[in-house]
């Protein structure tokens, strides 16, 4: 993903939907240049094309929360990848960071097992053959597209990781890390006691929210990768609690 990729799903992000010849303009760059990056956008699944203008793709919430800051949420994917190694059996909520951590692990990784209560991300991976996906069962929730409830914690029980990542939309001394919807998070909680580590992969800002429910206690995470704008306060806790923090720029 380049800089001007980037550049255009942070407009896209903004105005919902740009010209082509605005682009071109804004960027300083020839149409047939942008009409390139806007093919492998799309190729991507990231955006939609039309006839002289592109517009995020809104077929799901997933994919615009993808193209929200995707350089950093890329390059925390990437570092959170350093830790698998070919062979391993690991599990990933839904969220975008996940999403991308999974894409990463398709592309870099052989013979891996990715249990995931995500439908998005085991559609976001499926072209990939290095993986092996299991979908956890459970109720689907339409706009985040994960299973959660009871059936998914049953299913989950069957298995047993070294590794569980997770997204989170917020954090705090007083609460830990937090979520936004009290099904998804109850079904991080199940997900978690079967993982020796869990690891948080979030962008920054997360930092400076905090959730309407709670998700994880501070104790039972194991390391957070994240970038290098978390707050100073927050990153100093987190080493306090004997949490590792891996940071990208």
């Not at 002289?52 to 570092?79: C, E, P, W």
Request: glycine share 4%.
């Amino acid at each position: 993903m380049s800089e001007r990729h980037t550049q255009i799903l942070e407009l896209l992000t903004e105005q919902k939907r740009v010209e082509v010849t605005e682009l071109s303009e804004l960027l300083h760059v020839s149409q047939v240049t942008i009409r390139k990056d806007l093919d492998q956008l799309e190729n991507a699944g990231l955006i939609l094309r039309a006839h002289g203008f592109a517009t995020l793709n809104s077929s799901d919430d997933m994919n615009n929360r993808l193209a929200y800051h995707y350089d950093v949420k890329q390059k925390i994917a990437k570092l959170a990848c350093e830790s698998i190694r070919d062979g391993e059996t690991i599990m990933i909520e839904s969220g975008s960071c996940c999403a991308l951590l999974a894409l990463e692990i398709a592309k870099t990784r052989k013979e891996i097992t990715i249990i995931t209560n995500s439908a998005f991300i085991a559609d976001y991976v499926r072209k990939t053959e290095k993986i092996r996906i299991i979908l956890l069962g459970g109720e689907y929730q339409l706009e985040s597209q994960v299973m959660v409830g009871p059936l998914t914690r049953k299913c989950v029980e069957a298995f047993f990781v070294d590794k569980f990542f997770i997204g989170t939309d917020g954090f705090s001394e007083a609460s830990g890390f937090t979520g936004n919807d009290y099904m998804r998070s109850e079904t991080v909680r199940d997900m978690s006691k079967q993982a020796k580590h869990v690891i948080v992969v979030t962008e920054s800002s997360k930092f400076q929210n905090i959730g309407l429910v709670n998700l994880l206690p501070t104790h039972d995470v194991s390391c957070v990768v994240t970038d290098s704008a978390i707050p100073i306060q927050c990153e100093q806790y987190l080493l306090e609690q004997k949490i590792e923090v891996k940071k990208v720029s």
